[in-house]
């Protein structure tokens, strides 16, 4: 929770077209992701259903009965391999930055995340020239482990990918062998 008026929560299937407004504007206005047509409220209950059946983390800021802000881990890459790897989602509604409320987000996610027995985290972040999101995740035990050039074109221009990642082994578990035993 952060402030006295915002409670951090699971996110449920009536948050889900408040999660669809706030990433729109991200799609339509920026290029903070790659994506470039909105995803519907149908697709965002199967992201939901998606990361609830892996046990991984999808939560909601809410600030005065309003969604402000919205996080989740989800898988890095679809190959078996890499079932050990999450990254990262954090959006915030327009208006609602500045607050802590990434912080209160990402926190978390990350904890879920290690929870669900997950080792690493990936940040990919969108070079929009801003370092508040790389600044959250290096306040987070992020490190940067490269930069990718020129990798997305969106609204007439070529953008580059800072890659950051963190360890999840928050709780003492070992990570070293699949299973976290």
């Known amino acids: 929770m952060t402030g006295s008026a915002s409670i951090i929560r699971p996110a449920a299937s009536g948050d889900l077209k ?15 992701t790659f994506e470039e047509t909105p995803w519907t409220v149908a697709a965002w209950q199967r992201r939901l259903d998606e990361l609830a059946g892996r046990d991984l983390p999808f939560v909601i800021a809410e600030l005065s009965g309003e969604v402000a802000g919205f996080a989740y881990a989800g898988p890095w890459r679809p190959k078996p391999a890499y079932r050990h790897t999450v990254e990262d989602t954090i959006y915030l509604a327009p208006g609602f930055t ?22 690493k985290m990936i940040a990919v ?3 929009t020239g801003s370092d ?5 995740h290096r306040r987070f035990g992020f490190t940067d482990v490269g930069r990718l050039t020129e990798v997305g074109y969106k609204h007439g221009r070529w953008v580059d990918t800072l890659l950051m990642q963190r360890s999840l082994n928050l709780h003492g578990r070992s990570h070293d062998r699949p299973g976290g035993g």
Do not use: Q
Not at 18 to 32: C, Q, S
Not at 132 to 136: I, P
């Open 18 to 32: 408040a999660v669809a407004d706030i990433y729109a504007h991200y799609v339509r206005h920026t290029v903070t």
């Open 132 to 136: 508040a999101s790389a600044a959250l």
């Open 98 to 119: 500045g607050r802590g409320l990434g912080a209160a987000l990402l926190e978390p996610v990350v904890t879920g995340a290690a929870r669900a027995g997950m080792r």
């Open 125 to 127: 972040i969108a070079d």
